[in-house]
Each structure stands twice: as structure tokens, then as C-alpha cells.
């Protein structure tokens, strides 16, 4: 049972859909997290939220829109995606930005048809 | 910046020890952690060690340190086929900063019964 629940585990789009993952964590916890791990390829950090407000944006395309409402919940609304978009997002939460360990949820796993 | 580097692909037989290696970059990593992922899982902290520490030992996990050659690995005592996973290192650079942590690509461990 992980503290970062993540919704839905699956999701298969067409280019043309819009569709939004959620993230909850459980842990208290300030910072929020979203990765992108794709195979064969380092996991890639795509946005990061501080108590509510975006500290990051990895140069991700703007086809990929974060919302954080609050410190416990973050979305990623997605819209008219590629192919080659698919892949595992991982939300991850910490304490705070410095020297505190990340926790993962089990991801979303995205297939864009 | 941080480049962390690991070998691709372990493979033991159950009972056996197992070592898997990391190479990084930055040496004011300030932490330096060990995450497990399992097949359709997101990525799970198994451990971490403070960089003024040359060894770590949590029941059959032992990490070790060598700053002076920016060398980290992860000794699993008495493996068993539940250790079957991709591991991954990573450090963080600039001061801690979590959002700068940086994984290796993970080494995919394979025992063998």
C-alpha cells in the first residue's frame, strides 16, 4: 500500500481525446512530483509543485497541463497527444524540496493510439 | 550536472549474494538513495545513505560508499526470486535539492531459483 495513489493505472487515448490523471498523497507531505518513464530512456522529471505553486516545468510540451488545487492532489490534463507520449507517469511526493526522499505511486500506464 | 551511470542487467541464483553498482558525477550529492521497481509498480525507496557515511546496513541491504571514487552499491544478502526488480540509484546534486535528483537507468536483477 503506497502513500501516492494514482488514477487510472491504464489509460489508452486517441490523439484526439482529452483525458486527465490524478495524484493523492497521503503523507503530508509539501512537494508533488510528475515523471515520465518511457523504456530504455532515464526517468524524466516534468513538473514540480511546492506548496501549491509550480517551481518547474521541464520544457514539457504544452499538450501536457498540471494542476495542483492543493498540497495533497495533483492532475495532469492531457490533450491531443502523440504516439509518442506513451509511456509509465509517475506522481511522487516529499516532504519538502531538499534532501528528503521521494515516494512514488504505482503510475499510469498511457497508450496514445 | 549529475550523470549517474549503472550496468544494465544482473543475474543470481536464489541464496546468493547480489551487487549492484552506481557510478555519479556530483560529488555534493548530499544523499544518495536506492529505489526497487517491480513489474507494473511505481518505484519504491529501499534505502539511502548520507554522504558522510561509508556503509549502510538495513537487514539483508548493505550500501556502501566510496566518495573518493563517486562509487555506490547495493549488496543484497541471501537474495530471493521477490528481489526480482530494476534497481535504481540516483543523487542529488546542487545541495539536495529533490528536484534535482537525477536516476540511473536501473539494473534489471534476475534470480534465479
Known amino acids: 500500500e503506497t502513500g501516492v495513489t494514482q488514477t487510472p493505472r491504464h489509460l489508452v487515448m486517441g490523439m484526439t481525446n482529452k483525458k486527465s490523471l490524478k495524484c493523492e498523497q497521503h503523507?503530508?507531505?509539501?512537494?508533488m512530483y510528475w515523471y515520465k518513464q518511457s523504456a530504455k530512456k532515464p526517468l524524466e522529471l516534468m513538473f514540480v509543485?511546492?506548496?501549491?505553486?509550480?517551481?518547474e516545468n521541464n520544457s514539457v510540451p504544452s499538450r501536457f497541463s498540471p494542476e495542483c488545487p492543493n498540497s495533497s492532489h495533483l492532475f495532469l490534463h492531457l490533450h491531443t497527444l502523440q504516439p509518442e507520449d506513451s509511456a509509465l507517469y509517475l506522481c511522487?511526493?516529499?516532504?519538502?524540496?531538499?534532501?528528503?526522499?521521494?515516494?512514488f505511486g504505482n503510475g499510469t500506464r498511457l497508450t496514445v493510439t | 550536472g549529475e550523470d549517474v551511470e549503472q550496468s544494465l542487467f544482473l543475474s543470481v541464483r536464489e541464496g546468493d549474494s547480489s551487487v549492484i553498482n552506481c557510478t555519479y558525477t556530483d560529488s555534493s550529492s548530499t544523499y544518495l538513495y536506492w529505489y526497487k521497481q517491480e513489474p507494473g509498480a511505481g518505484l519504491q525507496l529501499l534505502t539511502y545513505?548520507?554522504?558522510?557515511?561509508d556503509m549502510k546496513q538495513d537487514q539483508r541491504l548493505t550500501v556502501l560508499l566510496n566518495k573518493k571514487d563517486k562509487h555506490l552499491s547495493l549488496r543484497i544478502a541471501d537474495t530471493q526470486t521477490g528481489d526480482s526488480a530494476i534497481y535504481f540509484c540516483a543523487g542529488c546534486g546542487h545541495g539536495g535539492a529533490t528536484n534535482k535528483l537525477i536516476f540511473g537507468t536501473g539494473t534489471l536483477l534476475a534470480v534465479q531459483p
Open positions: 509543485y511546492n506548496f501549491k505553486e509550480q517551481t
Open positions: 511522487a511526493s516529499s516532504q519538502e524540496l531538499g534532501n528528503t526522499p521521494l515516494h
Open positions: 503523507l503530508g507531505h509539501n512537494a
Open positions: 545513505i548520507f554522504s558522510n557515511m
